[in-house]
């Protein structure tokens, strides 16, 4: 269980400097927390006029949920979905209809992802009170205070609404399919390879950086890969505790006031198939499965870089026309992330002068294979084949991916240095 007061004590005066605060009022992950939902939002307060937002997987797997609330006095408008998997303007538009029409005073999601998504950008926007009621551990997001929307195609941040409750259920999670808890071992992976961008950032241009906040989600995730190396991955106890570690991964977020703690290059790849895939019209494939593929390839990368010799610097040129032409209609966004270039924050020197921070911290990532043997271990895809993902996306992500986000990430520098046969050598 996270206790959120001795969290916050935690971090109360920390070395960084920032005033570290999370707006979450109550998580509960437990055996049996189906029983508890009705009486967490309504000793919050929360107006008995909700909207509920899910889709048939999620009503199939939440047994009970609308049935408790109705004990507790809530007056339920469901918007139902059959299968989202996308968090695009359109589904946002439709709950935000719904709650209007309706009257509804606050927003209970009941599920993950792009569900989760539509719903905090929804409670921003209305200003109204939200929470949610986790169906699986699939991805990293839960307490986050932003949104991944896709507006005309393109796949951008908003800001959003940090919800005032967690409630997931060890007894669902555990019996959510293995491709589910393997997307968020996937989406937690990526934390080695995001930690590593985050202090190779701090290093070569000053970024605000905290340790404090670094640790506890590394922590988090080492526990959640320790009991993946178990190998029980259907139990409430690893469930629960995957489902612990994204939920602090979140926290973390808004602990610093952006991603930082949580995303890096390896999100930029799976930002990057993700647009893709839709300006192809290809089906969605989960977000952290993708993310752990990615996080298996950044890896690899990483770990051929923290062994060239020297981070000489050659400063060519942004080539404005080739990344144009591979991100093709949605360039007219993606300039956006890229004009001025961001590399050029990096002062003249900054690599060789940091050769060693930069080293050690591409040397702390583990090895793509290891990353790859975890995702195994739970039951998930490891790889581009194994995802679905083409060989020439597979490829093109590793060129173009890291201009999705304006955010200096290792993958970033190799833009600034000379690489011999380039980093597919290392894949």
């Keep these: 269980m996270i206790d959120l007061a001795a969290l916050s004590a935690g971090l109360e005066n920390c070395s960084c400097g920032k005033a570290h605060r999370f707006d979450i009022k109550a998580v509960e992950i437990s055996s049996g927390a189906t029983e508890k939902l ?49 968090s695009d303007e359109a589904a946002a538009n439709r709950v935000a209809e719904d709650v209007e029409k309706a009257g509804c005073r606050a927003l209970l999601s009941v599920g993950t992802g792009s569900l989760n998504d539509i719903c905090r950008w929804n409670a921003a926007k209305l200003g109204l009170p939200f929470a949610i009621f986790a169906t699986a551990p699939s991805m990293d997001g839960f307490a986050s205070g932003v949104a991944p929307i896709t507006v005309n195609g393109f796949k951008r941040t908003y800001p959003a609404k940090a919800p005032e409750a967690i409630i997931a259920d060890t007894k669902i999670l555990a019996k959510s399919p293995a491709e589910l808890k393997a997307a968020g071992l996937g989406d937690l992976l990526g934390k080695y390879t995001a930690h590593a961008d985050w202090v190779i950032s701090s290093a070569l241009t000053g970024e605000y950086y905290c340790e404090k906040v670094a640790s506890l989600t590394m922590g988090s995730v080492q526990r959640a890969a320790a009991l993946a190396r178990g190998g029980d991955t259907c139990s409430e106890e690893f469930s629960g505790a995957l489902m612990e570690a994204l939920v602090i991964s979140g926290l973390a977020m808004q602990l610093c006031g952006n991603s930082r703690p949580a995303s890096g290059a390896e999100h930029h790849l799976a930002h990057f198939w993700e647009m893709q895939y839709e300006l192809r019209g290809l089906p969605p494939v989960f977000h952290g ?28 040129p942004f080539d ?77 992500a590793v060129k173009f991916g890291k201009y999705v986000r304006r955010r200096l990430t290792a993958m970033k520098l190799t833009d600034l240095l000379v690489i011999e046969g380039g980093v597919e050598k290392w894949l």
């Design 320 to 396: 404005e026309a080739a990344v144009s032409g591979a991100y093709g209609p949605l360039w007219a966004e993606a300039v956006k992330e890229n004009v001025p270039n961001p590399l050029d924050e990096v002062p003249w020197g900054a690599m060789e002068k940091n050769a060693d921070a930069l080293r050690a911290a591409l040397r702390s990532v583990p090895a793509g294979e290891e990353i790859r043997a975890l995702l195994r271990a739970c039951g998930g895809a490891d790889t581009c084949e194994a995802c679905g993902i083409s060989e020439e996306l597979r490829l093109a």
């Design 38 to 86: 009705g009486k967490i939002l309504s000793d919050l307060g929360f107006p008995k006029k909700l909207s509920v937002t899910a889709d048939e997987n999620t009503l199939a797997a939440s047994p009970g949920v609308l049935e408790n609330l109705a004990q507790w006095g809530f007056e339920i408008t469901l918007t139902k979905f059959t299968d989202l998997r996308l």
């Design 289 to 316: 499965k993708k993310v752990g593929v990615a996080a298996g390839i950044v890896a690899d990368i990483y770990r051929g870089m923290a062994e060239l010799p020297e981070y000489a610097e050659y400063r060519r």
